[in-house]
């Protein structure tokens, strides 16, 4: 029987990225940022493509189906009815994005075949189209260990739909409901997080980090007058607070008023005010989804749940969703946003058109997201020794050794292993890594290695054996997907003093064993590691117990503020001399910062966009 | 030179300079200003910086052109259905109701794009 080999595409909005799989099993994935070097990066993902098909020793000819992960026209049909729902007024909106639409995406087909031509001039099959939001729940179901799950997709907006729930069973997924655009929980909270002077898109999960800093005092407030929660467990948004209908902006003077203050300038300081309407903003996000799918499970009375879209890396929320929700179980696409959606549209398309088989895996199909491209000690080797760079290899027993007993002295660790992770969290692969007891870490990591606020928490490797002793959680989170709270046993009593501490002087307090991945409410964004899915990290994590006593290590994306996740050697190694990394390990090569000369390069602040 | 040269390179100023000629003399009926635009045609041929501004002051009436027609239409044609659209083929979501729920019973098929 031949090979049914599809090729899933997402792009021209955000995060575009390219996935491939064979026979329904993935053969990799991967965002266009990546190779780019831009962050959130739109682009068609030739770069993606390309790396998929050389890869996999395949042509474009090769392919059963190519699938685009949303329909152009239905989506240019909310434009033009959102405008003349709101004509005369956003004539500046219609200008921008009319001429755009006619120009280029409603030809959108045309763009596709010329991009894949210039990859490699074949023969190959027609373009096909999958509904965002089946894209999204597809990616969520389809690789989830469960047969039998609801599956809700919430993010910004895709064609209409903002939120969507469906039911998957074996290989079948039915769709339930929709609400649609401008009522939307993903725009809600940009809104929000660009009145707190974040980037839409990407400041998102910097107002997840802010709030536990505040005090919820305005989520009353939001839900009374923002955001209506409607008995039938939909719920609907207050437009006369949001402009995104018909503005190029987020909200407008009417959401000043009500919550008291203009909009902060980016970059500008932040006060406690900022910190309770992040924390405010954060309570009301979780109130709607707790409301939302608590009437879901109700409805559909089943144990499992599927998160898909931008808004299920709110690992808060998900976190309250799994505790709260009535759902026994939780699973949640890694490349959660519409990265993800490429995988999806191509899993969507096998089983749902191709009718073929599904075959559940008890941990999951997604192979711990480590679906990108890897290096070899040779690859590596041949880069330093290209670039003159002194380096030493060692044996897997002896790097164990080496890394734990450095990052015992308090050395940070550029960790550079593997397939590289698909979806926006480092999961071991590409991280940076470091020892959690130490009680600077969090700011000297923050301020002199990611160059990025510093009140940002940083997340923990644990072995997945001891989570249940170290934090009050039982379940897997091999994604970094849920957060859970230090058990009280591993935390340090506040003194009167300090418990009286706001905002960000609370960061500075000594709050568990491990300050630098305990957030400020005893939270810490959990990542558990099991050997079955990342076997060298399981060994390190295991050999740094047996020094230690205990598994946990700061894990953070290996990258600086407004740089993608680095991907080749090469990427690293400029990243590595950029910061104040003391050691580059590149799979069993190591490099010693003080073993180099001095790095001549450009600012990175030049290179890289802040996020 | 050969065809794709000549069509890649200059082209573009040939018609340019022919489109503008014929509307000059049908406004002023004479061939007062054609010797500049015969001596701006000659320029490009020989200045690649002389085809790029030409290329950029194009685009800048183009874009003016575009936003005029546009304003046009929007203002005259489109919001004026607006209320058309509002009255009889307003979008549920854009109505006030007591559920923001819309019933979905199928999938779109994959091989249309709507």
């Known amino acids: ?611 | 030179m050969s065809w794709t040269e000549f069509k890649n390179k200059h082209l573009f100023s040939v018609n340019l300079a022919i489109v503008a000629g014929f509307l000059l003399w049908q406004v002023r009926k004479d061939f007062l200003f054609h010797p500049i635009i015969i001596g701006w045609l000659i320029l490009t041929f020989f200045s690649a910086k002389a085809r790029e501004k030409e290329k950029a002051v194009m685009l800048f009436v183009g874009k003016v052109n575009g936003m005029i027609i546009l304003s046009v239409f929007y203002f005259l044609i489109f919001s004026p259905f607006s209320v058309f659209y509002r009255l009889f083929f307003r979008h549920g979501s854009f109505r006030k109701s007591a559920s923001t729920f819309e019933i979905k019973d199928s999938i779109s098929p994959f091989d249309r794009p709507f």
């Open chain 1, 1 to 611: 029987m031949k090979d049914e080999l599809i090729l899933g595409i997402s792009c021209y909005y955000h995060d575009s990225a390219a996935a491939l799989i064979r026979n329904g099993e993935i053969l990799g994935a991967v965002q266009e940022e990546r190779f780019s070097r831009k962050k959130h990066d739109s682009a068609f993902p030739v770069e993606s493509i390309r790396w998929l098909l050389k890869e996999n020793q395949i042509s474009l000819r090769d392919l059963t189906a190519i699938v685009y992960y949303e329909k152009p026209f239905i989506t240019f049909e909310r434009i033009l009815e959102t405008h003349l729902n709101y004509a005369p007024m956003g004539f500046s909106s219609f200008l921008k994005s009319v001429p755009l639409w006619i120009k280029e995406k409603l030809f959108l087909e045309k763009d596709i075949i010329k991009k894949l031509k210039s990859i490699e001039d074949t023969q190959f099959p027609a373009i096909t189209w999958s509904e965002h939001h089946l894209s999204h729940a597809a990616g969520a179901f389809y690789p989830s260990p469960f047969s039998d799950a609801t599956i809700l997709c919430v993010d910004g907006v895709g064609e209409w739909a903002t939120t969507s729930a469906w039911t998957g069973s074996g290989k079948e997924i039915h769709p339930l409901w929709e609400i649609h655009f401008p009522h939307s929980l993903g725009l809600f909270y940009s809104a929000i997080t660009a009145y707190l002077g974040f980037k839409v898109n990407s400041g998102e999960y910097k107002v997840m980090g802010l709030a536990p800093y505040g005090n919820p005092v305005y989520t009353d407030l939001m839900l009374k007058e923002l955001i209506t929660l409607l008995p039938d467990g939909s719920y609907s948004l207050n437009m006369d607070y949001f402009e995104y209908g018909h503005k190029m902006k987020m909200s407008g003077e009417k959401l000043e008023s009500l919550l008291g203050r203009p909009m902060r300038k980016p970059e500008t300081l932040m006060d406690q005010f900022h910190m309770d309407v992040a924390a405010s903003l954060q309570k009301t996000l979780e109130a709607s989804l707790l409301h939302v799918t608590t009437h879901l499970q109700k409805k559909t009375k089943k144990k499992n749940l599927c998160l898909s879209g931008g808004v299920a890396l709110n690992c808060v929320a998900n976190s309250k969703i799994l505790k709260e929700s009535g759902f026994e179980t939780v699973w949640i696409q890694p490349a959660a946003g519409d990265a993800g959606s490429a995988l999806g549209a191509a899993l969507a398309y096998y089983h749902l058109h191709s009718g073929k088989e599904r075959i559940v895996s008890a941990d999951d199909s997604q192979k711990g997201s480590l679906l990108g491209p890897s290096f070899t000690n040779d690859d590596v080797a041949l880069y330093l020794k290209e670039n003159k760079i002194p380096f030493k290899k060692l044996e897997d027993t002896d790097l164990l050794d080496y890394t734990c007993k450095e990052i015992e002295s308090g050395k940070i660790i550029g960790w550079f292993q593997g397939r590289m992770e698909y979806g926006p969290r480092a999961l071991g692969s590409r991280s940076i890594i470091a020892d959690a007891r130490s009680p600077d870490l969090q700011k000297t990591m923050n301020l002199k290695i990611k160059f990025r606020e510093s009140f940002r928490p940083f997340a923990p490797l644990v072995l997945e054996e001891d989570t249940e002793n170290l934090f009050n959680w039982k379940h897997p989170s091999p994604y970094m997907l849920f957060v859970a709270d230090v058990k009280d046993s591993h935390r340090k009593a506040m003194t009167s003093t300090e418990e009286k501490l706001f905002g960000i002087d609370k960061l500075n307090v000594i709050r568990s064993t491990w300050p630098a991945i305990t957030h400020v409410d005893y939270s810490a964004r959990l990542q558990t590691v099991s050997a079955g899915r990342q076997p060298k990290l399981y060994s390190l994590l295991s050999h740094f117990k047996k020094r230690t006593g205990h598994s946990i290590l700061v894990n953070t994306s290996f990258n600086v503020r407004g740089e993608p996740i680095v991907m080749t050697p090469e990427d690293a190694y400029r990243c590595f001399r950029r910061t104040e990394i003391d050691i580059l390990i590149l799979e069993n090569i190591v490099i010693e910062k003080k073993d180099l000369p001095e790095f001549k390069d450009s600012d990175w602040r030049e290179v890289f966009e802040l996020d």
